[in-house]
């Protein structure tokens, strides 16, 4: 009777370890198991050959289930330093934007905090701006302008796709292009409540850029270097560019659409010229308005014939030399 048994458990023990159960049914077929050793101690005294094979069986079905994988993470998270066009750092807020989902993401920061990490962000791409608390009123981004190095010749303004892989930190995503036009950007979203839930909205629109065109000029025989700059009317934001000895015109290209004044500095600084009202007026002794005209700029456009020649407004007319 006691080999019989053996052999009847034997069979049953292969078939199990065959079927590879779960771990529900492992605690179920022992017990089964259990209670039929149990059954035969009316006919034969339980041995240590039953006990020795249950505990094997038992070791082999837990050792089998521990070897099964378990699923990985599918967050990770973007980190990177701070800044701002002045002295100190002025609270932020940095926000993620799901380029494919429209869900964002945040994170407020505090005086004179250089860094920030966002954390559980969900894998994929991402776009990221910090905006000037409170309210909004600037915006710095994380974009191509800025992986340029933020001089003159850079002029792709393209946000920049972060990638976010599961269990990973992406570092380095420093958004400190603060240059650019915050209407060009989704208004600072809201975060009433204090919680930082996901919330959806319209992903970035990408803007068309556009241009500023003209002659320049000079008091004198010669036209020197100068720097002509269109400042922002809606932020406060510039654009430049250089021009050579002997240069009569000019070109900025790249701008983001929207209003600008446009003023030309000599080299150094030391005389400006506008495109002023006396301008078109015809620069005559009868054109005494020197108040700057406002340029508008349209996405794939170039606003031509602006020309920067009113050298003779009284001194403070036209916003100082941006430039260090």
């Known amino acids: 009777m006691k080999k019989k048994f ?44 039953v006990d020795t094979i249950v505990q094997a069986t038992f070791q082999a079905l ?26 100190g750092i002025p609270p932020q807020l940095v926000v993620a934007f799901n380029v494919d989902t429209g869900f964002y993401y945040w994170v407020l920061t505090e005086q004179n905090q250089t860094t920030y990490q966002i954390d559980n962000l969900p894998v994929g791409a991402y776009n990221v701006i910090s905006y000037l608390l409170p309210g909004g009123s600037l915006v710095g981004t994380y974009d191509q302008f800025y992986l340029c190095g933020l001089q003159q010749g850079c002029n792709d303004y393209t946000m920049v796709d972060v990638v ?76 430049y560019i250089m021009t050579a000895d002997g240069q009569g015109s000019y070109q900025i290209d790249n701008l983001p659409p929207g209003n600008y004044n446009v003023v030309s500095y000599l080299g150094d600084g030391s005389m400006s010229a506008g495109y002023s009202q006396a301008v078109p007026c015809g620069l005559s002794v009868e054109c005494t308005d020197h108040s700057l005209v406002s340029v508008s700029v349209t996405g794939g456009q170039i606003a031509s014939g602006i020309n920067p020649q009113d050298w003779y407004a009284p001194q403070g007319s036209f916003p100082a030399y941006p430039l260090p």
């Open 6 to 49: 053996t052999f009847v458990l034997l069979i049953l023990l292969f078939a199990l370890a065959a079927c590879v159960p779960s771990q529900q049914q492992v605690v179920e077929i022992l017990s089964a198991v259990e209670q039929t050793a149990a059954a035969q101690v009316t006919l034969v005294a339980p041995t240590a050959d």
């Open 62 to 87: 837990t050792a089998q289930a521990a070897l099964t994988p378990q699923p990985a993470g599918n967050t990770g998270g973007i980190s990177g330093n701070l800044s701002y066009p002045s002295e």
């Open 164 to 239: 976010v892989q599961a269990g990973q930190v992406t570092p380095n995503i420093n958004p400190g292009n603060w240059y650019g036009d915050a209407k060009n950007y989704p208004e600072i979203p809201s975060i009433a409540g204090g919680q930082q839930t996901p919330v959806f909205i319209t992903p970035i629109p990408q803007v068309s850029s556009g241009s500023i065109a003209g002659q320049l000029s000079y008091p004198s025989s010669f036209i020197p270097a100068q720097t002509v700059v269109a400042f922002s009317t809606d932020s406060q934001a510039y654009y």
